[in-house]
């Protein structure tokens, strides 16, 4: 078999606009988050404090902006990341988790 199968086994694209909208979903299911605004730029607050930033990224390729607060606080110190496939979205939702779950147990 000389084809190259390499095509055959790649990965769909990454669609950063459905992914945005299935992590909004998600994070809304997480009971302590509430959602504040609908713009370009979609926070979410813990607690009444902001603690996750997301906005799609423009360029070549697609992908998602996301920032996280190191602790929650009125001003927090953002961890920022780009997220660029599906593994990416559900290996920062997993840490997202575990960061509620030290928030809480700090509480």
């Not at 199968?5 to 979903?25: G, H, Q």
């Not at 070549?60 to 593994?87: E, G, M, Y």
Request: proline share 7%; net charge neutral.
């Amino acid at each position: 078999m000389s084809e190259d199968l390499s095509d055959f086994f790649a990965l769909p694209p990454f669609k950063a606009d459905e992914a945005l909208v299935k992590l909004r979903r998600d994070l809304r299911e997480l009971k302590p988050l509430a959602e504040k605004g609908t713009g370009e730029l979609v926070r979410f607050e813990w607690k009444g404090l902001p603690v996750i930033e997301l906005s799609l990224q423009s360029g070549d390729k697609p992908a998602l902006a996301v920032s996280l607060a190191k602790k929650p606080s009125q001003r927090p110190d953002w961890l920022k990341q780009t997220l660029a496939s599906s593994a990416e979205v559900r290996k920062w939702l997993d840490e997202l988790k575990r960061s509620l779950k030290r928030w809480d147990d700090e509480d």
